[in-house]
């Protein structure tokens, strides 16, 4: 049996530049793994039989076909021809629905697990099967940091000098990814706003090590009206976070700290208030070298 952690997605750095005409939009965002994971445990059997199934904790997850790691398991299987039993158990932390890329890291993470047993595939064709899972998938395959252009899976790693040290949180209300897009659409038009130097900021920041609360930035806070949202970010900076900020289309909401122990205090805030929370710092390495 092989185990893959996979690691949570957060955007520091979250813009829509574009829409595109294949109903998707150009992001330009700096996407950071951190030391929220899921584990991802599979397990093959010859069998002569293509039979995929998937198994979780987590009640509120589909078994179904929808599931991300069930795609990652029949893409992988179907391009190079397995036909094998894979049982694939998925020990789930990241919460669901979050923004916070749970779904799609497993999907990375089985294929990752897929490669290490069969070793039928490459990091190119890897990349290609990710994005046809999902625009996020890319990115949670390679890990680490990144800045991301296309869908997200125009992938350029970043050196980052120092781990950060952030709080995670989430309320009870979950946002729809395509109805957030639909959201900006109408409030942008085609005129999306041009933030291109505050990301080359963030670059920066990131490798040298200074600070990167000025720098961050999502597009989506501002087509985002959710009361848990506003409540978090609130007990967050009470507790001493320098910046909060929201992750990909919501409603998962990060703060960035300084110290170790203000970020103990923060989550143990939002936990007595009924939150989601946990501490969690940069995993740093990324899985896959590009
Ligand atoms: O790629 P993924 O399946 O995660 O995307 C979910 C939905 O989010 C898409 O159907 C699309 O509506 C929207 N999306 C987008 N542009 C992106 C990523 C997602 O419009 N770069």
Redesign the pocket.
């Known amino acids: 049996m092989i185990t893959e952690k996979a690691y949570a997605k957060m955007n520091l750095f979250l813009n829509v530049t574009d829409r595109r005409p294949d109903?998707?939009?150009?992001?330009e965002s700096v996407m950071h793994a951190v030391d929220l994971f899921d584990l991802v445990n599979v397990k093959v059997k010859e069998s002569g039989n293509s039979i995929i199934t998937v198994e979780t904790d987590a009640a509120e997850l589909s078994f179904s076909e929808k599931n991300l790691a069930y795609i990652a398991a029949e893409k992988y299987t179907t391009k190079y021809g397995i036909k094998d039993e894979i049982k694939i158990t998925l020990d789930k932390k990241i919460p669901i629905g979050a923004g916070l890329a749970g779904g799609?890291s497993d999907a990375a993470a089985t294929l990752r697990a897929l490669d290490i047993i069969y070793k039928k595939s490459n990091t190119e064709e890897l990349l290609s099967l990710a994005l046809e899972i999902?625009?996020?998938v890319p990115f949670c395959l390679v890990g680490g940091t990144a800045h991301c252009l296309g869908?997200?899976e125009v992938i350029t790693p970043l050196c980052v000098k120092d781990k950060l040290c952030f709080v995670v949180a989430i309320g009870n209300e979950r946002i729809s990814?395509?109805k957030a897009?639909a959201e900006l659409d109408a409030r942008y038009g085609e005129n999306f706003p041009d933030n291109t130097e505050m990301c080359q900021e963030m670059l920066a920041a990131l490798c040298q090590g200074e600070t990167i609360s000025p720098f961050l930035y999502n597009v989506f806070e501002e087509v985002t009206n959710i009361c848990s949202v506003k409540q978090i970010k609130e007990t967050m900076i009470k507790n001493g976070a320098e910046r909060t900020l929201m992750s990909g289309s919501g409603p998962s909401v990060f703060g960035v700290f300084k110290t170790h122990t203000d970020a103990q205090n923060a989550a143990e805030s939002l936990l007595s208030l009924g939150y989601f929370a946990c501490v969690a710092e940069s995993v740093g390495d990324a899985n896959i070298t590009l």
């Open positions: 109903g998707y939009h150009d992001i799609s999902g625009s996020d869908r997200g990814t395509p897009f």
